[in-house]
């Protein structure tokens, strides 16, 4: 079996990459979308990695267009927009699928690794079946903004919900924690 850390991605900008890039590092990967309700976490996920990153955290973004289509730019689209519009620094890779036939082997890994995310995902399930939009079923990632929390030694220990803010302290609670 590939270790995590061993799975081939690619960066927002072409170049080849994988999680191995930052060994050692606490990592926070996050499936963004540009046209989301929840895209002003940019600004919160950048804070964090600004806070955090000189003690070995990183954020890892991961466009995907998987939910209403609210991803529909290409890569240098989404650079653009990510850097006018948040200021974006922490890294950004190209495009994936987060659910379904063509999910990205890093996500089938994710949601194999923490199955149910902290932060009340059925609140967000049962909201966005109000609206009759359809959702998917544990395990798989339910919207845009899911967050996956990797230690320094490349396991999987958290996932939480999209609705969970970077700000919230169960979550920076976490990341300080790996952080030691």
């Not at 900008?13 to 989301?36: F, P």
């Not at 990695?49 to 955290?57: A, N, V």
């Not at 998987?66 to 850097?83: H, K, M, Y």
């Not at 987060?98 to 149910?116: F, I, K, N, S, W």
């Amino acid at each position: 079996m590939t270790s995590i850390q061993q799975i081939p991605l690619t960066t927002i900008d072409g170049k080849s990459a994988s999680l191995g890039d930052y060994a050692g590092s606490v990592l926070l990967i996050v499936n963004v979308a540009s046209k989301c309700g929840l895209t002003p976490q940019y600004e919160g996920l950048e804070a964090l990695y600004e806070k955090y990153r000189d003690q070995g955290f990183a954020v890892l973004g991961f466009p995907a267009n998987n939910f209403l289509e609210q991803e529909p730019g290409t890569d240098d689209e989404i650079a653009e927009f990510c850097r006018s519009t948040y200021s974006v620094a922490f890294p950004m890779f190209s495009k994936i699928s987060v659910v379904g036939d063509d999910q990205h082997p890093l996500y089938r890994e994710l949601t194999r690794a923490v199955p149910m995310a902290a932060g009340n995902p059925q609140a967000q399930r049962e909201r966005l079946q109000g609206f009759d939009i359809a959702t998917t079923d544990e395990p798989e990632v339910l919207w845009n903004f899911e967050k996956f929390l990797i230690d320094r030694d490349g396991a999987v220990i958290g996932r939480f919900a999209p609705t969970m803010e970077p700000t919230d302290p169960h979550l920076v609670g976490a990341i300080e924690s790996a952080l030691g």
